[in-house]
T-cell receptor, first 115, second 110 residues
């Protein structure tokens, strides 16, 4: 398996523009997570899905952020409008409940810079 | 979810054994202890998970005392490539809500 795939790897945009980050989880995994990592706040969970349904979005910072998972093999995270404080590395991760293993597999991340 | 406390940074030399201790005084009965590793410009990677006593895999060992209020990740004979941030996490295996702290920055010197 190729692992969790994220695109783009780098994104530079201007304040006010819409940004879309994409994620393809590992095939067969039924949980998908979106994280944001910054120097100031560390690694934060934004939202996670189970079987394509959002379970907990309490980490989504505000209404400018939205995430969807239209099918088992794709999810996107949108920021509209983007602001400079949204600059961060955004990670997608997936996992599957197998016994008692709580292992999440992370993608390479998307480094977002909002000017 | 139980809060964890671990050293901000550690230094070591190649070939040494490194032990990183994590405190989790409020760990609940159903909580597991999990360690992740993160290299620069990469996402975190699962290293090891345990509930009690000792767990060992090809990468590391995890020591958990009887009261489970702390745990120690042991990396045998580290190399330069072990330079990374190591996160200790505590939570129920079914919660899937991992809370990452600030982690421990391990620097391995030649």
């Amino acid at each position: 398996d190729a692992g969790v795939i994220q695109s783009p790897r780098h994104e530079v945009t201007e304040m006010g523009q819409e940004v879309t980050l994409r994620c393809k989880p590992i095939s067969g995994h039924d949980y998908l997570f979106w994280y944001r990592q910054t120097m100031m706040r560390g690694l934060e969970l934004l939202i996670y899905f189970n079987n394509n349904v959002p379970i907990d979005d309490s980490g989504m910072p505000e209404d400018r952020f939205s995430a969807k998972m239209p099918n088992a093999s794709f999810s996107n995270l949108k920021i509209q409008p983007s602001e400079p404080r949204d600059s961060a590395v955004y990670f997608c991760a997936s996992s599957s409940l197998m016994g008692k293993t709580d292992t999440q597999y992370f993608g390479p991340g998307t480094r977002l810079t909002v000017l | 979810l139980a809060k964890t406390t671990q050293p901000i940074s550690m230094d070591s030399y190649e070939g040494q054994e490194v032990n990183i201790t994590c405190s989790h005084n409020n760990i609940a009965t159903n909580d597991y202890i999990t360690w992740y590793q993160q290299f620069p410009s990469q996402g975190p990677r699962f290293i090891i998970q345990g509930y009690k006593t000792k767990v060992t895999n090809e990468v590391a060992s995890l020591f958990i005392p009887a009261d489970r209020k702390s745990s120690t990740l042991s990396l045998p004979r580290v190399s330069l490539s072990d330079t990374a941030v190591y996160y200790c996490l505590v939570g129920e295996d079914s919660s899937y809500k991992l809370i990452f702290g600030s982690g421990t920055r391990l620097l391995v010197r030649p």
